[in-house]
């Protein structure tokens, strides 16, 4: 029987990608007055795009940088963390198996503010092929 990958499934892997190689905790869940920086993401679209040989699932998330105020209003460390999840996603995406990361993409910076409490906010996106399944001929 041939499974698709789960949110909560991609979920784990992003966590424990961001929190591997970067020193952003990946917060599911913010609390009131959560101290920054941290990072936080959602799953904006989970669509099949199969090849011809492959089931594959293409999901795009969107990765939330917030990032402390600074007195200055330097956003020299916001641009650092910035960085740190672009260089995460350099890394390919460790799944069990059937599943395999076969693609993925940056995307951008959708978004770059800052919010009503004087912490940075951006919003950066990525995309990932993900493969569940290999189609044959009978």
């Keep these: 029987m041939i499974k698709r990958l789960s949110i909560l499934d991609l979920h784990v892997a992003v966590k ?3 929190e591997t190689y970067s020193d952003l905790p990946l917060l599911d869940g913010i609390p009131e007055n959560q101290e920054a920086p941290f990072t936080f ?3 904006m679209e989970k669509v099949p795009d199969d090849t011809k040989t492959m089931f594959v699932d293409k999901f795009t998330i969107h990765v939330h940088v ?3 105020y600074e007195q200055n209003g ?13 260089e995460v996603f350099t890394k390919r995406m460790s799944l069990d198996e ?3 990361v076969f693609r993925q993409s940056n ?12 912490e940075k906010h951006a919003v950066l996106a990525f995309s990932f092929w993900i493969s569940y399944g290999f189609k044959a001929k009978i």
């Design 107 to 118: 995307d951008g910076l959708m978004s770059n503010v800052t919010d009503e409490t004087g």
């Design 16 to 18: 424990k990608l961001i």
């Design 74 to 86: 330097s956003s020299i460390l916001h641009y650092h963390n910035i960085q740190q999840i672009e």
């Design 98 to 100: 059937p599943y395999e």
């Design 41 to 43: 993401f959602e799953v």
């Design 66 to 68: 917030i990032s402390k």
